[in-house]
């Protein structure tokens, strides 16, 4: 019987500021935000939100906080014992629609400057890893994770395509760092505010937690 109780789960999450042609990055608020939020609307049992961290939009030169964050959000959960898991937002400003990314792509090429000016182009994000073909999975099931979140209600999509810019670099270092480290990660791409407003973007983000916490 279920005599261990609930699992213990902590959700990390990032967003990311402002970038060329998106003036307002919706993910930036909805992270800034979320603490308040789940505060006031509570998580399930067992489930911890951690660290909310927004990242410059920037590939190699925002590198190092997301690395120093994970690893001190790392070794804060170590002592729980709990799964930890990484989830990632980021905005699709031509989407109307929420879109969960199954993979990455070990493959830099930015179609546009990042904050820092860095323009990669065809070059490995990981060159250890091999050539610019070899791909990255997410471990968490994101079949469910679709399921639970369209019985919420949510207009919700998969994909295999995280872009050609910031999103993807992140989301695979990130996805290598997870399986370093045996915690797991998602990357999920969220509409602009003009598209879908913010209040049930904030909506989706705390059903997607509890997505997450009771799937993975």
Known sequence: MGSEGPKSVTIHV????????????????????????????????????????????????GLPTLLKVIEESSAGNSSNNGQAIWLHLGVNSGATKFAIERLAVNE???????????????VPIVPEDGGINQIRKTSCPTESIL????????????SDDAGCFVCNYVYYHSLRIAEEKGHKCLFVHVPTFNRVHQEKQMEFVAALLEAIASTC
Request: with cysteine; charged share 25%; hydrophobic share 35%.
């Open 108 to 122: 830099a090429t930015f179609r546009c400057a990042d904050e820092l000016g860095w323009q990669p182009q065809r």
């Open 14 to 61: 990032t967003g990311f500021k402002k970038f060329h042609g998106v003036a307002q990055n919706p993910t930036e608020t909805v992270v800034s935000n979320l603490k308040y939020y789940v505060e006031k609307k509570g998580l399930p049992a067992g489930v911890t939100l951690g660290s909310c961290t927004v990242l410059e939009t920037a590939g190699e030169g």
């Open 147 to 158: 399921e639970f979140l369209k019985k919420k209600g949510f207009d919700v999509t998969m």
